[in-house]
């Protein structure tokens, strides 16, 4: 796994630290990944684009419905939301509410696998050169 070092400035206290961050190196598109699968198995790729539209469409829906999406070994997805606070519970009013996120919690076997101690991912430090502290 590719990374980099950034700098990080608190926006109050003008405190620098520096943290790392993922670089990718490209993207994998769903019609790669329905290659593969179709490769690994007997539906053809327009059987499996078909097979994970239709997936799509159903999370979301399901999703849409309140329901929290379990997929096996894979993991889940659920909602969730972003809101101002409010000082009493009578204050509070749909209008407080900014966002909605979609979150994919991973499931354990999934956890297990992308970790650092668990030997399968080596960590490769990218940039042009090394950060020193100003």
Known sequence: MKYKV???IHPSTH???????VVSS??????DIC???SRECSFSVP????LVSALQEEIEQQLLAGRTVRLGDLGSFRLS?????????????????????????PCTETKSRIRLDNGEISLE?????LLSDE
């Open 47 to 50: 059987d499996v684009k078909g």
């Open 26 to 31: 490209f993207s994998v598109t769903l019609h």
């Open 125 to 129: 430090r990218v940039g042009e050169k």
């Open 6 to 8: 950034v700098k990080l």
């Open 81 to 105: 939301l972003k809101s101002a606070t409010s000082d009493t519970l009578a204050h509070f009013t749909p209008s407080l509410i900014k966002s909605v996120h979609v979150r994919f919690t």
């Open 15 to 21: 405190e620098t630290n520096y943290c790392a961050r």
């Open 35 to 37: 290659e593969n699968i």
